[in-house]
């Protein structure tokens, strides 16, 4: 059986090998991490993943239309923020969110439920 596959979209290279080594060590495959959202959206021209974790506000500009592009496709995805779920953009607010620093049981118990049980987009 393939591993589930999860795209990472995070700019802060520590951030995104953390979130990437408790995805893997659960058993799933990562996508990225990728640090932008022209980036991200080149990933989302060559494949399909299962799931995402974004952070929106990125170095350069945020990951909106990355959140976009995951909604046409019907991919779920949970925010990762250093920001507060009521500083987001209102078309993010019905997404599960993860406030940095988060704990590796937290990001892994979101993960596997955006991989078995698809929140509504």
Known sequence: MTAK???????D????EGLSRAIEDDGFSVIGPVG??????RVLRREQPDAALL?????QGDSLEVARA??????PFAV????TRE????EMAAVPFLAKPLGELELVEVARTLLTEPLPL
């Open 5 to 11: 596959r999860v795209l990472i979209v995070e700019d």
């Open 87 to 90: 500083s987001l953009p209102p």
């Open 55 to 59: 952070d929106v506000r990125l170095r």
């Open 13 to 16: 290279y520590l951030i995104a």
């Open 70 to 75: 995951l909604r046409q496709r019907g991919v």
């Open 80 to 83: 990762v923020s250093g920001y």
């Open 36 to 41: 932008t959202a022209a980036g991200a959206l």
